[in-house]
């Protein structure tokens, strides 16, 4: 069977018979050259596939930063007089089929004698992820008990929701399909928590998000279903891809703002022919191009205009366009298949919010962690197992501890937490103010607060802390409601040169499965850029069909009635006769086996 895509050049498998074959160099790639403008994890993913499955020669792929680091989203660094920070986390899961890929054939930072994905398999097979409390009330007390305690009319809510047209959904948002009741349940603090989902989003993303991971059910409230890097994502993901792509001649040339790339559109074909661009001391770098030069553009970024503040500073909240959010409008102007940038960009009231990195510097603070999570901090081992939110908070707070230490040459008795809150607007419980007009102390005495500390012991204890917050306008703009066609396909129809990447290009697939706010999905975009325009032979793999598979379906539904049986509204009568008719088939024994019967 032909699985259907949008493009007939992208080949979509499963299995490994496409995975393990080694690519051959496809025909006329000695004549390209390849710009990557951004080098976020969809850039750096082309450039690896470019190099790897493409045969492209290194010294022909140049990167165009407006930074002076690579890496995009995916960051995590000391900064200078201020501390550690990163502006958030990446939640990873054994289905990435993309980056797992990519990552089986890169040697490890951590460790070169292992691949990337080696270090992650084993460092979570020797700590295996989960949480201890995933929701406190009350100033650090446990209020979860495992369960979702949804109860049977609301798990058939969500039953029907995942059943829902794509189709239907186009510009809903939660709010308007999901029950009063659904929206108040300790299941939607655990999900819009876990992956940073506001009532206004997406249905449609909502709905994606369930069927793409719908695998995952049972791991939700204790986060067993998570895996994490052993070290900060930057040190474990970014530099892994930046070194493969020098070792083989990459250039990388950072201060470069690109305004616009330029088109020639014609009813038959669509050619890149000028990327815009400028360096930092605002001179005219631009580039011409030929149907030769391939061009990777990453439109829309999710921490463009990021604020940073300190101990003493709030974050600033920047909510003038610019960068990529400038670059896709100037691009997405010269045609309708280059999509509505707009529809995600500007509501940042809707579309933000603020996280924040305290570092503990002695051991005074852990212990009352150490309460909560029934783990010590120290010994870099799992933490929190993922993030721990407090239920009443105004802020609606949460936070997590990875494994320390994070970062390398991270003092021994230094402990890092990362704390966001969604609700930036909203004045806090402890400190009377809105988040996002917090300082870095301030920001950590209401989380001193919510984790228990005693409030004549606040003042102190903050002092003993430092923090860096970050205030992110765009940060949930993908998943702002939108309908087809208001993000560019990866590779639009009859493009010559160019594709799109990151979070806000449509896949090929059809329909389209994976799920954005995930690195895998900036990796998938790059494999099927990559794949289509170079010509490489071999398929991309599929989004995990767990969605398809009944006895996900069935384990799914178990979960989610916390292992009661389901309410079947059926009299007497035919409830026997369908027992009669699966008597000693294959289906009686999966209903058994998965609790239905």
């Known amino acids: 069977m032909k699985l259907k895509t949008y493009d007939d050049r992208l080949k979509l498998t499963n299995g490994t018979y496409h995975t393990l074959v080694n690519a051959r160099k ?47 989203s995916l960051d995590g660094a000391v900064r200078q007089n201020a501390g550690y920070v990163a502006r958030g986390g990446r939640e990873m899961g054994h289905y990435f089929e993309v980056l797992w890929n990519l990552f089986s054939s890169l040697p490890s930072t951590e460790d070169p004698n292992m ?7 084993y460092t979570n097979y020797d700590d295996p992820n989960s949480s201890n409390c995933r929701i406190t009330k009350n100033q650090g007390v446990r209020y979860d008990n495992g369960k979702f305690n949804l109860g049977q009319e609301l798990a058939k809510e969500l039953a029907t929701f995942t059943m829902m047209s794509d189709d239907s959904l186009q510009d809903k948002s939660i709010e308007d399909i999901f029950s009063d009741e659904l929206l108040n349940s300790d299941f939607w603090t655990y999900w819009r928590t876990m992956f940073a989902f506001e009532n206004w989003h997406s249905a449609l993303e909502m709905k994606l998000y369930m069927n793409r991971f719908i695998h995952h059910v049972g791991g939700l409230p204790d986060l067993s279903a998570l895996q994490f890097s052993r070290h900060d994502q930057y040190t474990s993901f970014v530099k892994p891809m930046v070194k493969y792509l020098e070792d083989h001649g990459a250039k990388f040339e950072y201060g470069i703002t690109v305004d616009n790339v330029e088109f020639l559109i014609s009813e038959d074909k669509k050619v890149a022919k000028k990327i815009v661009a400028k360096d930092k001391d605002g001179k005219d770098v631009s580039i011409d191009l030929t149907e030769n030069d391939l061009v990777f553009i990453t439109n829309g970024s999710m921490t463009e205009g990021s604020g940073y503040g300190d101990d003493n500073t709030p974050a600033p909240f920047n909510k003038e366009i610019g960068g990529c959010w400038k670059l896709w409008r100037n691009i997405a102007a010269q045609s309708d298949e280059f999509g509505r940038p707009d529809k995600f960009c500007t509501d940042p009231e809707k579309s933000n919010w603020e996280s924040c990195t305290v570092t503990c510097h002695d051991e005074r603070v852990p212990a009352y962690i150490e309460k909560i999570t029934k783990r ?16 009443d908070s105004s802020w609606l707070m949460s936070w997590t501890i990875n494994r320390q230490e994070q970062y390398y040459g991270q003092p021994e008795k230094d402990v890092v937490v990362w704390v966001y809150g969604l609700f930036s607007d909203t004045p806090g419980d402890y400190i009377k103010k809105p988040m996002r007009d917090c300082t870095g102390k301030e920001i950590t005495k209401e989380w001193l607060y919510h984790i228990g500390v005693p409030t004549e012991e606040i ?43 990151g979070q806000f290009a449509e896949t090929l697939d059809d329909p389209g499965r994976d799920t954005v706010f995930t690195i895998e999905y900036s990796g998938r975009t790059a494999m099927e850029a990559v794949y289509v325009l170079t010509g490489v032979e071999k398929g991309v793999p599929e989004v995990y069909a767990s969605r398809y598979d009944i006895r996900y379906l069935l384990n799914a539904g178990k979960c989610l009635l916390d292992g ?17 008719q699966i008597a000693g088939t294959e289906i009686e024994v999966l209903l058994k086996e998965y609790g239905i019967l």
């Open 26 to 72: 496809p025909k006329g790639i000695e004549d390209k050259k390849a710009y990557l403008i951004g080098t976020g994890i969809g850039a750096l993913a082309a450039g690896c596939f470019l190099i790897r499955d493409a045969h492209m020669d290194g010294s022909k792929i140049t990167f165009l930063e407006q930074l002076d680091i690579p890496g995009g």
């Open 115 to 121: 691949t990337v994905l080696d270090h992650f398999y």
């Open 376 to 391: 010590s901090p120290y010994g870099g081992r799992t933490v929190t197992g993922g993030i721990v939110t407090a239920l």
């Open 459 to 501: 003042e102190e204890l903050a002092g003993s802390c430092t923090a860096v917050p970050v205030m992110m306008p765009y940060i949930t703009s993908q998943f702002m409601p939108r309908e087809f066609g208001d993000r560019p396909y990866v590779v639009p129809k009859n493009a010559v040169n160019f594709a799109f990447l």
């Open 564 to 580: 009661e049986k389901p309410e079947v509204n059926l009299s007497p009568m035919t409830k026997q006769m369908i027992a009669q």
